[in-house]
């Protein structure tokens, strides 16, 4: 079984978001970097369904496209689980819009796929976590021919290709798909590993691969203009207390909201 | 006469709450573009025969001219594939001058697989739309025609990103939340109803719901008046139980954080925050919650905020409307006695 995985470097961001000063980018000075949730997970989902299928010997194929410095969340899926490496060299300098990224991502895809074969399954988040735009998978699935659903929170491979659950308010949907195909999977749908020693070794011998098949893509329609926080609540703290004598004062609270 | 389009995402019939966000956003777009308003319902002959004039009041009562309902067997029930490419012909078809819907994930979901078909751009989860033409300051596009101007969201609330979109058919998402849904004054006052029937291949049905499961009856976090939340300062999934009696006592819901799923101690289901769920309760009950900017996105559409905090620097204390700064598992179990001690006093 092959499967593709492709996450997004997003700065990790505390409390505040400060934007930087052109209001281009977040200020990231003052930040680490991570891969969105959703995508950490699709990386242990690959890995989970590839090592019952394939033990030791499977493939779990990482991607992601953006500046150098994305090597660091694929050193880190190598440390999860990933067994090989590409990193779509992104100009920084470019509007890096959905349409842009998923047609570098699909020739990337393509390229990929030329050299070692097809991929059963691709996954993606949900949505990214900086951008949340909610489309790059689906244009990359379709650009394929290849279906895909999102919001996918089980996987089970069968025969002929993979069971999947997505969420709903009272519970879940199940979908068919048959491989090749792609899901855009939510967190939840397991809990990711930590790096083990043998993972840590893993990550360190990780050969990337750079692809630079992003020079081609052209820009879609939608182009920013700038990042501006939206407009804090102004809010005062009403202390009730400082200990578990507060709780009259809390009870009285529920009761004045009618929630009591 | 083109006009602005907007699928109304439902499930077997009943559309989400986003929808008619949806329709009051496209209603004031299509006022703002002298278009009329047409609404978009996807589904088969016997979806249509027990909630078609339902859905089609509901349309009319927003404002809706026209409601256009696409008639295929393989839109019995949601389908991404059969969703998109019925829109797609739909588009093609009718011409709109926009389409729009719901940044649900049913509305997010079909627009992604129309843009994705027509290769045209799609802005996700718009919160303010001007139109090109409306501003006099727009800037031009290449081609010579004017940009629309677009305020959406990034980072699931916390960021806004002002963007351009310059496309021949602008297609769009309206942020859940971000409008309250309201009826037009006195309803539409003729709303025709058309029916399409969009030629869907076999290969739509891949990906069509196959079955469904419910696990949970009655109110759901995103619906509960009341969300008692626990986060790392609860310390195990045992001392969730002073919680669970909380919500218990006041017909609540369990919510936590993200560091409570990481630790295995909760279902992700209860997770609250930007990949959790969005709540809105009358009162959110955080404890042992800092209140990092991820989870306050989930939060922050409460209309009230109790922080139970050891630490009266910690985020959430400063935006949360209440705070007891003190250890939950003192706090909690004396707001559940005072409650039980209350509810037995007979009432004087
Ligand atoms: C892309 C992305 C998406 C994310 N999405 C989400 C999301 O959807 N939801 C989410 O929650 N997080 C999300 N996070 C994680 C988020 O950044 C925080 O790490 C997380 O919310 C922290 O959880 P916490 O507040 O429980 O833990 P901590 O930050 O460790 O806070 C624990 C709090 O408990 C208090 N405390 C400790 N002991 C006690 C006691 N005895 N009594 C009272 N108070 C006590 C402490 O003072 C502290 O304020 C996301 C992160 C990223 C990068
Ligand atoms: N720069 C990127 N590199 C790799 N994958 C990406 C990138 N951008 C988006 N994706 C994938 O596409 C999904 C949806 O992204 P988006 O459409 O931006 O919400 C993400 O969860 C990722 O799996």
Redesign the interface.
């Known amino acids: 079984m092959r499967i593709l995985v492709c996450v997004k470097r997003v700065p990790a961001v505390g409390s505040r978001i400060n934007v930087t000063a052109d209001a281009q980018q977040v200020d990231t000075a003052h930040l680490g970097f991570t891969t969105s949730p959703h995508e950490e997970c699709a990386v242990e989902e690959a890995a989970q369904i590839a090592e019952r299928l394939d033990g030791d010997d499977h493939t779990v194929v990482v991607l992601t496209l953006g500046p150098e410095e994305s090597a660091e969340q694929l050193r880190y899926a190598a440390s999860v689980g990933g067994t090989e490496f590409a990193l779509v060299l992104a100009d920084s300098g470019l509007d890096w819009d959905p349409q842009r990224t998923a047609a570098a991502i699909t020739s990337a895809v393509r390229e990929l796929e030329a050299a070692g074969g097809q991929f059963d399954l691709i996954l993606f988040g949900n949505e990214s976590a900086d951008g949340g735009n909610f489309q790059v998978g689906i244009r990359v699935a379709h650009a394929l021919g290849r279906p895909i659903v999102n919001g996918i929170k089980g996987i089970d491979p069968h025969e002929r290709g993979f069971t999947a659950r997505r969420e709903t308010d009272a519970g879940y949907e199940v979908y068919e798909l048959e491989a090749p195909c792609a899901l855009g999977v939510k967190e939840g749908i397991n809990l990711p590993r930590y790096p083990t020693m043998k993972g840590r070794l893993a990550s360190r011998k990780a050969q990337i691969q750079l692809l630079d098949c992003a020079a081609d893509a052209d820009a879609g329609g939608q182009s920013r203009v700038r990042l501006h926080r939206p407009p804090e609540r102004a809010s005062t703290t009403v202390q009730l207390g400082a200990s578990a004598a507060a709780a009259p004062a809390v009870v009285d609270l529920l009761d004045e909201l009618g929630v009591l | 006469m083109s006009g602005v389009a907007v699928l109304i995402d439902h499930?077997r019939g009943v559309p989400s709450g986003g929808a008619l966000e949806a329709l009051t956003a496209a209603r004031s777009l299509a006022a703002d573009l002298n278009a009329e308003l047409d609404a978009v319902i996807l589904g088969d002959g016997d979806l249509f025969d027990a909630h078609g004039a339902d859905l089609v009041a509901t349309c009319a009562a927003y404002g809706a001219a026209a409601v256009h309902c696409g008639r295929h067997s393989f839109l019995a029930d949601?389908g991404?594939?059969a969703w998109g490419a019925a829109l797609a012909m739909f588009v093609e078809a009718a011409g709109p001058v926009a389409v729009m819907a719901a940044?649900t994930?049913r509305g997010?979901?079909a627009?992604?697989?129309l843009?994705?078909?027509r290769?045209?751009?799609?802005?996700?989860?718009c919160v303010n739309v001007s139109p090109a033409g409306s501003l006099t300051d727009a800037p031009s596009d290449p081609a010579g025609g004017e940009?629309w101007?677009i305020t959406r969201?990034?980072?699931?609330?916390?960021?806004?990103?002002?963007?351009?979109?310059?496309?021949t058919l602008p297609l769009l998402?309206i942020a859940q939340h971000s409008i309250e849904a309201e009826p037009c004054e006195g309803g539409s006052v003729h709303t025709t109803v058309a029916d399409f029937k969009p030629d869907l291949g076999p290969?739509v049905q891949?990906?069509?719901?196959?079955?469904?499961?419910?696990?949970?009856?009655g109110i759901?976090l995103?619906?509960a008046?009341?969300v008692v939340s626990g986060g790392r300062g609860v310390g195990s999934a045992d001392g969730f139980a002073p919680l669970e009696e909380l919500a218990e006592l006041?017909?609540?819901r369990v919510g936590c954080s993200?560091a409570v799923?990481?630790n295995?101690w909760r279902?992700?289901?209860d997770?609250v925050g930007?990949?959790?769920t969005r709540i809105a309760p009358?009162?959110y009950i955080a404890c042992g919650i800092?209140?990092?900017?991820?989870h306050?996105v989930g939060a922050?559409g409460s209309?009230?905020i109790?922080?139970i905090n050891i630490d009266p620097e910690a985020?959430m204390?400063?935006?949360?409307?209440?705070?007891?700064?003190?250890d939950l598992h003192?706090?909690v179990?004396?707001?559940c006695?005072?409650?039980r001690r209350?509810r037995d006093r007979p009432p004087s």
Not at chain 2, 317 to 326: D, E, F, L, Q, R
């Open positions: 499930d949601y991404p594939d940044g994930d997010a979901e627009m992604a697989q843009a994705a078909r290769d045209l751009p799609l802005v996700a989860n940009a101007r969201i990034q980072w699931g609330g916390s960021l806004l990103e002002d963007v351009t979109l310059t496309s998402t290969e891949q990906t069509l719901v196959r079955d469904r499961v419910t696990l949970t009856e759901t995103s619906t008046p009341v006041l017909g609540g993200r799923t990481n295995g279902s992700h289901a997770q930007q990949t959790g009358e009162i800092s209140g990092a900017i991820q306050w922050m209309k009230n109790l922080a985020n204390v400063t935006k949360a409307g209440y705070a007891v700064i003190a003192e706090v179990p004396a707001i006695d005072e409650i209350r």
